[in-house]
């Protein structure tokens, strides 16, 4: 089975989703393909405090802690500066051609909802995808080759050092290549056709759940394959497309 969840960085249900995709791929359900949307372009890249709409905020966080099981992760607060995610959803476009896409994701989520941290800028998303496309090596390694490691130097052709570097999303944050630019407007067109602008969303072959129904879903699939006595996400009810965005 191949499903598609659309999901934001900066949606605290989205993170919970994240989740349990990763539980669901674990225990081979389904193929989980994860396309990152921004819910808001509005959001400054400066951030936007979140102590603007704390009930707004409250009401979310509530709303995933009564929905996240024993072993989920549910955060307990928002970040202080909700982040603009175009950077993010950039380099998440990116990361795809990278092969990279699901370690970013989880990063990005863990950043924004474990960490608290403002992620607006591209030099921070930057240094999150550097990480992951050349983690770093011995410290002698550095020292033999300060300029080019050595590892780098001898294994990868030059034009891919940009990106090993971090560089696959522009100084003001957009996408370096055709093929970002194409993901970003496909996946926004087909998550806002079926979802209402609500996330997270998951697209199946007759339509589209969202919200605590496109959770449940997921839940029971990852619930299906636990083994005897694992503790399992708790679900919410009836799949219908309901939700919050």
């Not at 924004?112 to 992620?119: A, E, G, T």
């Not at 998550?191 to 129904?213: C, F, N, Q, R």
């Amino acid at each position: 089975m191949h499903l598609i969840v659309y999901g934001d960085f900066n949606c605290p249900c989205s993170y919970l989703a994240s989740q349990r995709v990763d539980a669901v791929v674990r225990a081979g359900r389904a193929e989980v393909e994860w396309r990152a949307v921004e819910r808001d372009r509005r959001l400054a890249l400066t951030g936007t405090r979140s102590s603007s709409d704390p009930a707004r905020w409250q009401r979310e966080l509530a709303e995933v802690a009564a929905l996240a099981g024993p072993d989920e992760q549910a955060p307990g607060a928002a970040p202080a500066l909700v982040s603009n995610t175009g950077a993010a959803v950039a380099a998440y476009a990116e990361a795809v051609t990278d092969g990279v896409q699901d370690e970013l994701r989880r990063s990005l989520f863990s950043e924004i909802w474990v960490r608290l941290r403002h992620l607006s800028g591209p030099s921070e998303v930057r240094q999150l995808v550097r990480a992951l496309m050349y983690p770093a090596g011995p410290p002698g390694e550095l020292l033999a080759v300060p300029d080019l490691p050595a590892r780098i130097h001898h294994h990868a052709a030059p034009g891919a050092l940009p990106r090993l570097s971090g560089c696959t999303i522009s100084p003001a944050g957009g996408p370096l290549t055709a093929g970002g630019h194409r993901r970003i407007g496909q996946w926004r067109r087909e998550w806002l056709s079926g979802s209402g602008g609500v996330v997270p969303a998951l697209s199946l072959p007759d339509g589209m759940l969202t919200g605590p129904a496109a959770l449940a879903l997921l839940g029971d699939l990852a619930a299906a394959a636990a083994p005897a006595g694992a503790a399992v996400p708790v679900t919410a009810g009836p799949l219908v497309a309901s939700g919050v965005g």
